[in-house]
C-alpha cells in the first residue's frame, strides 16, 4: 500500500473521463473533444448538455427532443414550493434553498432515486435530466419568494438560459442576454475532478442515488474555497469603480497584505482560459449596456492587476481566473450577486450528472486511506476516576 501522504489529493489521478480535459501549464480546456473557446460561444446549453451526456453532438430533431424533454420537467410540486418560500421567509442563503431544493427534486414525480445504467446514447436516465431541468425552477421560485413575489411558472417554448432569466424576473430576455448567460452556462459545465464534482462521483461509487450525488455536490460548492468567490470579485470591482483609480487601489490592497479576488487558480499557471472567453462573451454584451464605464474600469482593472500581482509575487503565476469574468458577466445579464453561485450550479449540474454516471459505467467504490497520527496504548480509565 502507498503510504504518501497527498493533502488535498493534490495531481493525483483518480478516475479516467472522457468529459474534459485540462492543460493548466498552457491554458487549455477541452469539454466533451471540443476546445472550450469553440463551444461556449457556439452550442446552446441543451446542445453541450447532450454532448457530456451521449459523447456527441445532437442532430436537429435529437436536439429538439431533448430540449422539449427538459423543458417538461422543468416544474416543481405545492410541497417543494413550500419548503422553498420557508427557506426565503427565513432568509436563508440562497444555497441553502437550493441544497432544500434539490433533495426534494423527485418528490412528486414518477421518476425514482436510485443508481442507475451506463451511459448510452438509447436514453440518458431521466433523473439525470430532472435535475439538470429543474434547478432554475429552484433558484428562480426561492428568490422570487426572497423579493416578496409570486413565483414565475417556467415556460416550455424557451430555452433553459431563457426560461432560468425569464423565471427571475417575469420578463423575457433580449436575445443578447440570453447570449450572454448560454455561453456562461457552457463555459462553466464542467472542469475536471473538481471538489463538488468529486464528491458527485464518490456519492454515487456506493451504488447511492443522483439525488443524493447531486445534494452532497451543492454543499460542495456552497464552500468559498470553491464556489463561492464571484460575488465578493463584484463587490471588488464596484469598488474599484466606485474609488475612479485601479491602480491605487491595487497598490493599496498588496501593500496591505490583502489577496486581490479572481486571480489566480489551483490548477492554471497561466490565464484561465476560461477567463479569455466570459471576457469576450462580456465585451459582447457591452454594446447593448448602460453601464459602459464599469466594463471599461473593469478592463483597466485586470491589466493593472496582473501586472501589480507579476511584481509584487515574481516566483508566482497569479493570472485572471474564470470568477474575475464570471462577476461582470452575471452582473451584465441581470443575475442578482446573490444567486452567483447557485447560477455556476445550474451549470455544473450536468457535469456533475454525466460523470455520475461515467462513475457507474465502471464503478469502483471510491475509499482512500488515511494515515494515522493518534496516541497509541491509552488504558481505559472509569469517569469517577478521571
Same mark, same amino acid.
Given at each position: 500500500?502507498?503510504?504518501?501522504?497527498?493533502?488535498?489529493?493534490?495531481? @493525483?489521478?483518480?478516475?479516467?473521463?472522457? *468529459?474534459?480535459?485540462?492543460?493548466?501549464?498552457? /491554458?487549455e480546456?477541452?469539454?466533451? =473533444?471540443? &476546445?472550450?473557446?469553440?463551444?461556449?460561444?457556439?452550442?446552446?446549453?441543451?446542445?453541450?448538455?447532450?454532448?457530456?451526456?451521449?459523447?456527441?453532438?445532437?442532430t436537429?430533431?435529437?436536439?429538439?427532443?431533448?430540449?422539449?424533454?427538459?423543458?417538461?420537467?422543468?416544474?416543481?410540486?405545492?410541497?417543494?414550493?413550500?419548503?422553498?418560500?420557508?427557506?426565503?421567509?427565513?432568509?436563508? &442563503?440562497a444555497?441553502?434553498?437550493?441544497r432544500? =431544493?434539490?433533495?426534494?427534486?423527485?418528490? $412528486?414525480?414518477?421518476e425514482?432515486?436510485?443508481?442507475?445504467?451506463?451511459i448510452?446514447?438509447?436514453?440518458? &436516465?431521466?433523473?439525470?435530466?430532472r435535475? #439538470?431541468?429543474?434547478?432554475p425552477?429552484?433558484?428562480?421560485t426561492?428568490?422570487?419568494?426572497?423579493?416578496?413575489?409570486?413565483p414565475?411558472?417556467?415556460?416550455?417554448d424557451?430555452g433553459?438560459?431563457a426560461?432560468?432569466?425569464?423565471?427571475?424576473?417575469?420578463?423575457?430576455?433580449?436575445e443578447?442576454?440570453?447570449?450572454g448567460?448560454?455561453?456562461?452556462?457552457?463555459t462553466?459545465?464542467?472542469h475536471?475532478v473538481? %471538489?463538488?464534482?468529486?464528491?458527485?462521483r464518490?456519492?454515487?461509487?456506493?451504488?447511492?442515488? *443522483?439525488?443524493?450525488?447531486?445534494?452532497?455536490?451543492?454543499?460542495?460548492?456552497?464552500?468559498?474555497?470553491?464556489?463561492?468567490?464571484? /460575488?465578493?470579485?463584484?463587490?471588488?470591482?464596484?469598488d474599484?469603480?466606485?474609488?475612479?483609480?485601479?491602480?491605487?487601489?491595487?497598490?493599496?490592497?498588496?501593500?496591505?497584505?490583502?489577496?486581490?479576488?479572481?486571480? =489566480?487558480?489551483?490548477?492554471?499557471?497561466?490565464? $484561465?482560459?476560461?477567463?479569455?472567453?466570459?471576457?469576450?462573451?462580456? $465585451?459582447?454584451?457591452?454594446?447593448?449596456?448602460?453601464?459602459?464605464d464599469?466594463?471599461?474600469?473593469?478592463?483597466?482593472?485586470?491589466? #493593472?492587476?496582473?501586472?501589480?500581482?507579476?511584481?509584487?509575487? &515574481?516566483?508566482?503565476?497569479?493570472?485572471?481566473?474564470?470568477?474575475?469574468?464570471?462577476?461582470? *458577466?452575471?452582473?451584465?445579464?441581470? @443575475?442578482?450577486?446573490?444567486?452567483?453561485?447557485?447560477?455556476?450550479?445550474?451549470?455544473? #449540474?450536468? /457535469?456533475?450528472m454525466?460523470?455520475?454516471?461515467?462513475?457507474?459505467?465502471?464503478?469502483?467504490?471510491?475509499?482512500?486511506?488515511?494515515r494515522?497520527?493518534?496516541?497509541?496504548?491509552r488504558?481505559?480509565t472509569? %469517569?469517577?476516576?478521571?
Amino acid at each position: 500500500m502507498n503510504d504518501t501522504i497527498t493533502p488535498g489529493l493534490e495531481g @493525483v489521478t483518480v478516475a479516467e473521463t472522457r *468529459l474534459s480535459d485540462i492543460d493548466g501549464e498552457n /491554458g487549455e480546456l477541452v469539454i466533451g =473533444g471540443y &476546445p472550450i473557446e469553440e463551444l461556449a460561444t457556439r452550442a446552446t446549453y441543451e446542445e453541450t448538455v447532450f454532448l457530456l451526456f451521449h459523447d456527441r453532438l445532437p442532430t436537429a430533431a435529437e436536439l429538439d427532443d431533448f430540449r422539449s424533454d427538459l423543458a417538461s420537467r422543468r416544474g416543481i410540486s405545492a410541497s417543494v414550493r413550500d419548503v422553498l418560500r420557508h427557506a426565503a421567509e427565513a432568509e436563508k &442563503p440562497a444555497m441553502d434553498a437550493l441544497r432544500m =431544493g434539490t433533495a426534494a427534486a423527485n418528490l $412528486d414525480t414518477d421518476e425514482e432515486a436510485r443508481p442507475f445504467h451506463p451511459i448510452g446514447d438509447e436514453a440518458t &436516465p431521466a433523473l439525470a435530466r430532472r435535475l #439538470v431541468a429543474v434547478f432554475p425552477t429552484i433558484i428562480a421560485t426561492y428568490w422570487r419568494y426572497r423579493q416578496g413575489s409570486d413565483p414565475v411558472e417556467p415556460r416550455e417554448d424557451l430555452g433553459h438560459a431563457a426560461n432560468y432569466l425569464y423565471m427571475l424576473t417575469g420578463d423575457r430576455p433580449d436575445e443578447a442576454v440570453v447570449r450572454g448567460l448560454e455561453t456562461y452556462l457552457n463555459t462553466v459545465i464542467d472542469h475536471g475532478v473538481n %471538489a463538488s464534482t468529486f464528491t458527485a462521483r464518490t456519492v454515487v461509487s456506493t451504488e447511492s442515488d *443522483l439525488v443524493s450525488a447531486a445534494t452532497a455536490a451543492v454543499g460542495s460548492l456552497k464552500g468559498p474555497l470553491h464556489g463561492g468567490a464571484p /460575488g465578493p470579485v463584484l463587490e471588488m470591482l464596484r469598488d474599484v469603480h466606485e474609488s475612479g483609480d485601479p491602480a491605487g487601489y491595487v497598490t493599496e490592497k498588496l501593500a496591505a497584505g490583502e489577496r486581490l479576488m479572481g486571480f =489566480g487558480h489551483r490548477v492554471y499557471r497561466v490565464r $484561465d482560459p476560461r477567463a479569455a472567453v466570459l471576457s469576450s462573451a462580456t $465585451d459582447r454584451l457591452i454594446a447593448e449596456s448602460s453601464d459602459v464605464d464599469f466594463f471599461e474600469t473593469v478592463r483597466e482593472f485586470e491589466t #493593472v492587476a496582473v501586472e501589480a500581482l507579476r511584481e509584487h509575487n &515574481p516566483d508566482r503565476r497569479l493570472e485572471t481566473n474564470v470568477e474575475f469574468y464570471t462577476a461582470a *458577466l452575471l452582473d451584465g445579464v441581470g @443575475v442578482p450577486k446573490q444567486l452567483f453561485t447557485p447560477t455556476f450550479g445550474v451549470s455544473r #449540474v450536468a /457535469g456533475w450528472m454525466a460523470h455520475a454516471l461515467e462513475q457507474l459505467d465502471n464503478n469502483t467504490l471510491i475509499r482512500p486511506v488515511s494515515r494515522y497520527i493518534g496516541e497509541t496504548n491509552r488504558s481505559w480509565t472509569p %469517569a469517577k476516576d478521571r
